[in-house]
C-alpha cells in the first residue's frame, strides 16, 4: 500500500472523478488484494494487477446505483476547509491545463492515456488492465492523442468528447 496506493487512488479518480468515491475504492483495491493475494499468479507486474482490480472496482462503483446517489451530495458544499494529500495533489495536478483537457475525454481514451503518460505501462501491460487486445489499446491511444492536440492548440474550451 506504501509503494502503489497513490497510483491505485489516482487511477480511481482519474475513472470515477470523486475524491471521496476514490478513497473508498482504494481502501476495497486493497481489501481485495488482501483477501485474494493467493491468487496472484506473477503473469503480469504488481502495478499492473493492482490497476486492473482498480479498474474493476471503480467501475463497478460507477455503474451502481449508490453511486449515482452518492455523487448528489456534492452539490451540496462541505463543511470541512482541510484537504488531504491526495485531494492537494489532484488540486495542483488538476490545475495544470494538460491534466484538465485529459479530465475532458471519454473514459476510454482518458483512461489508456493515464496508464500509458502517468504510469508508463507498456501496451501490452495497459492491455492486460482493460482486457482488450493490443491492437484497440494502440488505436484508443492514437485517438486520445489526436484529440488532446485538438483540444491543446485549438484552446478548447469545455464540451467533453462522448466518443
Known amino acids: 500500500m506504501k509503494e502503489y496506493g497513490q497510483d491505485v487512488w489516482n487511477f480511481a479518480f482519474s ?60 452539490i451540496v458544499p462541505s463543511k470541512n ?3 488531504s494529500a491526495e485531494q492537494s495533489f489532484f488540486d495542483k495536478e488538476t490545475t495544470n491545463d ?9 473514459a476510454k481514451f482518458r483512461e489508456v492515456i493515464v496508464l500509458h503518460a502517468k504510469y508508463q505501462l507498456s501496451i501490452q501491460e495497459i492491455a492486460q488492465i482493460l482486457n482488450v487486445p493490443e491492437g484497440t489499446v494502440r488505436s484508443r491511444l492514437f485517438g486520445a492523442r489526436k484529440k488532446m492536440n485538438f483540444l491543446l492548440r485549438e484552446g478548447y474550451i469545455y464540451e467533453p468528447f462522448n466518443s
Open 15 to 74: 475513472i470515477i472523478k470523486n475524491r471521496n468515491m476514490a478513497d473508498d475504492i482504494t481502501q476495497d483495491v486493497f481489501l481485495q488484494v488482501y483477501r485474494n493475494v493467493i491468487s496472484f499468479r506473477a503473469e503480469s507486474s504488481i502495478k499492473t494487477w493492482l490497476l486492473k482490480i482498480t479498474r474493476n472496482i471503480s467501475y463497478n462503483y460507477r455503474n451502481s446505483a449508490f453511486f449515482r446517489k452518492v455523487l448528489l451530495i456534492d
Open 98 to 106: 494538460v491534466w484538465k483537457q485529459v479530465f475532458k475525454l471519454s
Open 81 to 83: 476547509n482541510y484537504q
